[in-house]
């Protein structure tokens, strides 16, 4: 029988919650956030880490027979959010803010053949990468938490995520460190974007 998702990355201990804390050269104790005080003051070592660990989820085996979510499902889920009334009071981000949502809805539609075309092989995703769901303890990187999002897909669907939170909690800058950790060999940007737009339309975002 294949492995499920979950199992996937319980084993390669990429969750938080199926690290063995007592395992780890430091004392056990709480974790903490990747946006705590102390990982903040080393931002760019931070990010950094959190591009290894997607880089690593990413390189897991897919299940056979996973289904995968890919940009036609995205795209028509957020049609059905804006039909539905979901994304009237979304606010969007500053590079957004210009375009009305309805006819970002529609570009994102008009999109998802291409990002479709375009999509590489698709991995484990984790959904919510945030630097809010990075745990670490005692300057140890521990895992992910909040998995609930799992989903094979396009690697864009995690790394627009984590682009996102860089750049709202911490700052512009710090991209790069995380990019350059993750690697360069699978990034295209017209993918990142299509995704990052996708994200901002996203009614479950937060």
Known sequence: MEP???????????????????????????????????YR?????TVAELGRLLAR???LP??????????????????????RGELAD??????YRHIAVDRLVELLDQGAGAA????????????????GVFRWERWNPIGLDSWEHLAVADRNRDLAVAARS????????????????????????????????ALELDPGRA
């Open 116 to 131: 479709s075309s375009r999509a590489g092989a698709p991995v484990l995703t984790h959904g919510r990468p945030t630097l």
């Open 41 to 45: 003051t080393d931002a760019a070592g």
């Open 62 to 83: 897919v299940p056979e027979g996973a289904t995968v979510l890919d940009a036609r499902t995205i795209a028509d889920d957020r049609r059905a959010a804006f039909d």
């Open 166 to 197: 860089i750049v709202t909690e911490l700052e512009p800058a710090f991209l790069p460190p995380f990019f350059d950790a993750y690697g360069h060999d699978h990034l295209d940007l017209l993918q990142l974007d299509w995704y990052s737009l």
């Open 4 to 38: 499920s998702l979950v199992e996937v990355v319980r084993a390669a201990r990429l969750d938080a919650d199926s690290v063995d804390t007592d395992s780890l050269d430091t004392a056990r104790g709480e974790t903490s956030s990747a946006l705590a005080v102390e």
């Open 90 to 95: 979304l606010e969007v981000g500053a590079a």
């Open 57 to 59: 989820l990413h390189e």
